[in-house]
């Protein structure tokens, strides 16, 4: 993908070469050669070849509607433009059959495709693409500038490559083949390709759009549709890549067939992601920065089985984090804040994952780092969450794991995957309209690989209560219970307490502050790695009783008051602080 210095001179000097020789040898091409500059305007030409050269200045072709076939393979370019100090070709409503070569060693190159067809007729690069579009700057100073738009169709593949700041825009065409955008110049240089009402096909196993420069790498798609037959799903359809800055890829109203991957290897990587169909999956990382996923509106899988994550935010010790919103994800999530491999110690990187405004992950999470976010609001989690931290054997360090549920049942399993050295701490938030626990003993969820699990109830379903004058002996008896699983060496707390039965304090339901809400737990079975509880709140002689909210009045919800008295809920056996 990356062609070197050398390679790209040697193709100057021959590209040169024989452009002299083809006005000699083949009086019946176009051919403009010489010293000096090279400009020529053209049009209406029906030729098997179009050169244009100078040794020791810029060259210039400006041609429109004409043909020019080298179907034949006599020439060595169907247009070939070649400046020692710039190179310049705007193609207008021309049929181009041949490799259409733009080079240049000091200067600026600037090309403009404009209703036209191109197609390489199996002539191919030094790198093995069968390029119709192949664009080369060997100049350290000297901008790049490629655009193709107004309707045209180019067959094979669009190759370009700089040494300084180089840009590619794509509008209102029709690529069948893959594209290479290369710049690797100096780290203040900057990579960018926007390509947009579009369809780009590709038969290749390369990317069909890759992007690599070492300064900031910029990459737009929208209103596109990429297809990629000769690679497997989980491989990209876009990829952009920076050595030393940025990596930023944004996709908007666009359907990719495979996936969508952007890399920095000191710098941030970023990807944004609306209203858009990316079956082969989403994934940012980096070595040296951030790594962010910001996903809107849109379909991300189902990716190949082979594949993880569907959904992959990773970076060696910063932030990883994945926003997900009102949209669905068929596969798993993971953001990875990753350590060190080649030293000891944890990672000092932070995860977070957002699920929000009717998302639907049909997968798990995955939250890696030393701090860990989770955050499921008005959304569905389908899957485990998993959490830890990229640990050697034998670290001792401490992880903090937050869990903030909102507007969400979340039943499934949550479980650290740390070594036992560590120490490992669970919050759960339980906010407005949040629920958990398993609703049979077999189905009971599973928290598990923590030190110490601490449950905040911020929010309790009213349905969720049972209203008992007499608490039974076996709550499990009760209309509402919910199940849990806990390792026999956690700590769980419930809103700073004892787990283990008692009185909540105010807690909100709907629009009500709630009092006299008890709670107990009951061992139900156990094994020798840990047990299941029952889990109940009720209150005893009456409904529970409102309070005022924020000051205001008390409700009246027209009943008797509530008694809190009754009889003292029965300790569970052998409770291990657990819910």
Not at 56 to 78: C, E, I, K, Q, W
Not at 214 to 240: K, Y
């Amino acid at each position: 993908m990356i062609r070197s210095v050398l390679a790209i001179s040697i193709t100057l000097a021959l590209g040169q070469q024989a452009a002299y020789a083809a006005c000699t040898a083949y009086p019946d091409a176009s051919c403009f050669t010489g010293n000096g500059p090279q400009t020529i305007t053209d049009s209406g030409v029906n030729t098997p070849s179009y050169m244009v050269s100078s040794n020791d200045d810029a060259a210039s072709l400006t041609l429109s509607d004409s043909v020019v076939d080298n179907s034949a393979g006599t020439m060595r370019y169907g247009v070939e433009v070649y400046g020692n100090t710039g190179a310049s070709l705007v193609a207008t409503n021309d049929t181009i059959t041949g490799q259409t070569s733009v080079l240049t060693d000091n200067g600026d190159v600037n090309v403009d495709i404009n209703n036209s067809q191109l197609s390489a007729n199996g002539a191919k690069s030094s790198k093995g693409w069968v390029t119709a579009l192949d664009v080369s700057n060997d100049s350290t100073t000297g901008t790049t500038n490629v655009t193709i738009e107004n309707g045209s169709q180019i067959t094979d593949d669009v190759v370009v490559y700089a040494n300084a700041a180089a840009s590619l825009n794509i509008d209102d065409s029709v690529i069948n083949g893959a594209i290479s955008l290369s710049a690797f110049g100096d780290v203040s240089d900057v990579t960018t390709a926007n390509i947009s009402n579009s369809t780009i096909a590709s038969s290749s196993a390369q990317p069909s759009v890759l992007v690599e420069g070492v300064g900031d790498v910029n990459v737009a798609i929208s209103h596109t549709t990429i297809t990629q037959t000769g690679a497997a799903q989980n491989e990209s359809s876009v990829l952009a890549v920076s050595d030393d800055s940025d990596a930023n890829l944004s996709i908007t109203d666009s359907s990719l067939q495979n996936g969508a991957y952007v890399y920095a290897y000191q710098g941030n990587s970023n990807l944004d992601i609306a209203d858009s169909s990316i079956l082969g999956g989403a994934y940012a990382e980096i070595t040296g920065g951030n790594a962010a996923i910001n996903i809107v509106n849109s379909q991300i899988g189902p990716a190949d089985t082979s594949s993880s994550y569907t959904v992959l935010a990773s970076s060696s010790g910063n932030a990883a984090s994945v926003n997900i919103e009102n949209s669905t994800v068929d596969g798993n999530v993971g953001a990875q804040a990753l350590g060190d491999e080649s030293a000891q110690g944890l990672s000092q990187g932070s995860s977070v994952v957002s699920l929000s405004q009717g998302s639907t992950v049909n997968g798990y999470i995955y939250a890696l780092g030393i701090d860990n976010t989770i955050n499921i609001d008005d959304a569905t989690l389908n899957g485990n969450i998993y959490t830890g931290d990229d640990y050697h054997d034998g670290d001792t360090g401490t992880v903090n794991t937050t869990i903030n549920l909102s507007n969400t049942a979340y039943r499934d399993d949550i479980k650290s995957e740390d070594d036992p050295s560590l120490t490992d701490n669970l919050a759960i938030n339980i906010n407005d309209g949040a629920e958990i626990g398993g609703l049979t003993e077999d189905s009971s969820q599973k928290i598990t690989g923590y030190d110490n699990v601490d449950v905040s109830l911020n929010y309790l379903n009213s349905d969720e209560i049972n209203q008992v004058r007499t608490l039974p002996t076996d709550i499990t008896t009760l209309d509402h219970t919910t199940y849990f699983y806990i390792s026999n060496d956690e700590n769980v707390q419930l809103d700073g307490g004892s787990a283990t039965g008692g009185t909540l304090p105010a807690v909100r339901s709907g629009s009500y502050l709630l009092n006299n809400v008890s709670y107990a737990t009951q061992k139900t079975s156990s094994d020798d790695d840990g047990s299941t509880y029952a889990v109940a709140f009720y209150t005893q002689n009456g409904k529970p009783g409102p309070l005022p909210d924020n000051g205001g009045n008390t409700p009246d919800d027209g009943g008797d008051t509530p008694d809190d008295g009754g009889d003292t809920p029965p300790s569970s056996d052998n409770v291990v602080n657990d819910i």
